[in-house]
């Protein structure tokens, strides 16, 4: 069993920046896949972005290319998801998900989940 507890979210202009963060607890994350998913008032939950346990492969989402990244550091038993040139649009509550997986791949289906965090961009 594991916990996840993000925070780094809050109130920015377009264009700002801010970095999220995924601190784990209880089962070590090093072979689990995570992932960053949002979800926008009226919206479905969409997947931001994920990373293999290894690290060695990520995924993003059309609309975050080129602006968000994903890493782990698994001593720190933390994920990250840097967010840069912030747009309204982005405008959403971030939750940290992971899956234990035997290989090192990338997953569609988390079994772990945070409470998330709010991320506001005004314009």
């Known amino acids: 069993q594991v916990q996840l507890v993000e925070s780094g979210g809050g109130l920015v202009q377009a264009g700002d920046s801010l970095r999220l963060s995924c601190a784990t607890s209880?089962?070590?994350?090093?072979?689990?896949?995570m992932g960053w998913f949002r979800r926008a008032p009226g919206k479905e939950r969409e997947a931001v972005a994920a990373?293999?346990?290894?690290?060695?492969?990520?995924y993003y989402t059309d609309s975050v290319k080129g602006r968000f990244t994903i890493s782990r550091d698994s001593a720190k038993r933390t994920v990250y998801l840097q967010m840069n040139s912030l747009k309204p649009e982005d405008t959403a509550v971030y939750y940290c998900?992971?899956?234990?997986?035997?290989?090192?791949?990338?997953?569609?289906?988390?079994?772990?989940w945070g409470q998330g965090t709010q991320v506001t961009v005004s314009s």
């Open positions: 209880g089962r070590t994350i090093s072979s689990a896949a």
């Open positions: 990373i293999s346990r290894s690290g060695n492969w990520t």
């Open positions: 998900a992971a899956r234990y997986t035997l290989y090192d791949v990338m997953v569609n289906e988390y079994d772990y």
